[in-house]
Nanobody, 123 residues
């Protein structure tokens, strides 16, 4: 089992920045690929980005490419989402997720989810 806890959400003005953190506990963190998803009101949960456990390679949704950065610190059992140039359409609940298979993250079917943290971008 892997337990994931997100933090760092909040209210930010359009054009601003925010960094989310996700701390993992349980099984060996470094063996899990990690990802971020988001869900806006009335919309389906969407993939944001992911980082592969084996080589640190990353994958990004087109909507956040160049604005969001995913990183991880295995020593701290943490993954981060740095968000720049936030826009009102980025408003959503952001979820951290983990799976040993990065493909399952890309398919939006990871084994483990955090509880989510709200990000609100005002115009």
């Amino acid at each position: 089992q892997v337990q994931l806890v997100e933090s760092g959400g909040g209210l930010v003005q359009a054009g601003g920045s925010l960094r989310l953190s996700c701390t993992a506990s349980g099984r060996t963190f470094s063996s899990y690929s990690m990802g971020w998803f988001r869900q806006a009101p009335g919309k389906e949960r969407e993939f944001v980005n992911a980082i592969r456990w084996s080589d640190g390679s990353t994958h990004y949704a087109a909507s956040v490419q160049g604005r969001f950065i995913i990183s991880r610190d295995n020593a701290k059992n943490a993954v981060y989402l740095q968000m720049y140039t936030l826009q009102p359409e980025d408003t959503a609940v952001y979820y951290c997720a983990a799976d040993a298979d990065v493909g399952k993250l890309l398919d939006k079917m990871p084994d483990y989810w955090g509880q989510g943290t709200q990000v609100t971008v005002s115009s």
